[in-house]
């Protein structure tokens, strides 16, 4: 969150929530769905990476997939399907686990709403 001169709280987007790819937007949160339900509704992560001698970023796909049982190839193909060609990720990885962030929540005094 970010207070302005005011005093008002807007909350700040996340950074990472888009990455651009062959002149196009790609919104990860879009692709991780989409990704997940392919996959049997497990935990993605989208995100951009760079590859270089190229403009943008490259999209990837980390999977959870602690029993080695996700087939990429016929994931990529499903993918082919879903997703215009920009949005596809080209990178897919498999991990065990997903890191995640823990929340935390902070009272705010004097909040205007």
């Known amino acids: 969150m970010t207070k302005d001169e005011e005093g008002y709280y807007f909350f700040k987007d996340r950074q990472g929530d888009t990455f651009r790819w062959r002149g196009e937007n790609v919104s990860t949160t879009e692709v991780e769905g989409i990704v997940s339900k392919l996959c049997g509704l497990v935990d993605a992560a989208v995100y951009g990476v760079e590859i270089p001698g190229n403009d943008g970023r490259a999209g990837m ?53």
């Open 61 to 113: 796909a980390a999977i959870v997939d602690p029993e080695d049982k996700l087939d990429l190839k016929a994931l990529a193909s499903q993918l082919a399907l879903e997703l215009p060609a920009y949005a596809r990720p080209i990178l897919l990885r498999k991990v065990k686990e997903m890191d995640m962030t823990g929340i935390s929540f902070v009272f705010i005094s004097n909040l205007k709403l």
